[in-house]
């Protein structure tokens, strides 16, 4: 039974998926921010699948790296919530982490996926979290690096968190936080990849109107 929370809420994806432009319906996240227990649309078997491949790089990355003779932190180890001076609590769970002995920390995202921009943005936001909820991460050098399923892996330098990305991140989380919704903007596409379902999104269309092209008399 849908209910607000006892205060705003941000999972780190939500916020990467939207400052990538990737979340064209802002209502969507907003929503989440301020309402749990809400009625999730059902996941397919692709999740299962996808969980599993994940499962699996994570494992084998975290091998690679404990026999390079690094420190190496995994998922629930790695799991944290920040809060913000106006109460907003932002959480995250990176894949991986690891310690080198130069005493550079590394923050690991696998993807099974095609590569998109929300990937390097959210370990960004990792990279800029971290330091606030764990005193080990404080004094640390701390890059990020995307590993894909392909082997292609995308290096983040500890210098991109930046003012600029500050800025940005502090743009999307006061939007997530106000009061005053965003407008909803339905589309087949992207409702049929959210997890609202219309109990909660009363404009929620169905993936199917995309179906058949109308014939046009040319
Ligand atoms: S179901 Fe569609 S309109 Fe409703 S919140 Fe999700 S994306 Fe937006």
């Known amino acids: 039974m849908t209910r607000l929370r006892g205060g705003p809420y941000v999972w780190i994806t939500w916020l990467s ?7 064209q319906c802002q209502w969507a996240p907003w929503f989440r921010t301020h309402h749990a227990d809400y009625q999730r649309a059902p996941s397919d078997f692709q999740l299962a699948s996808w969980t599993a491949q994940h499962t699996r790089m994570v494992d084998l990355l975290a ?52 590569p998109r921009q929300s990937d390097v943005i959210q370990v960004m936001l990792y990279m800029m979290c971290l330091p606030y909820a764990y005193p080990l991460y404080r004094d640390k050098r701390l890059q990020g690096r995307v590993v894909y399923k392909s082997g292609d892996a995308v290096p983040i330098p500890a210098g991109a968190i930046d003012e600029e990305f500050r800025g940005v991140v502090t743009y999307y989380l006061d ?9 909803r903007t339905p589309s087949a ?13 009363p404009d929620r269309m169905d993936p199917e109107e995309l179906a058949e092209a ?3 008399p040319i």
Request: charged share 30%.
């Open 63 to 114: 091998h690679e790296r404990e026999a390079a003779g690094e420190g190496v932190f995994k998922e629930e180890q790695n799991r944290f919530r920040v809060r913000r001076p106006s109460g907003l609590v932002i959480a995250g769970k990176p894949d991986l982490i690891t310690l080198g002995e130069d005493g550079a920390a590394t923050v690991y995202d696998a993807k099974t996926g095609k």
């Open 214 to 216: 109308p014939e046009m």
């Open 189 to 201: 596409v992207e409702c049929g990849f959210c997890d609202l379902t219309a109990h909660d999104c």
């Open 17 to 23: 998926k939207l400052a990538a432009g990737e979340t």
């Open 175 to 183: 939007l997530l936080e106000s009061e005053s919704p965003p407008s």
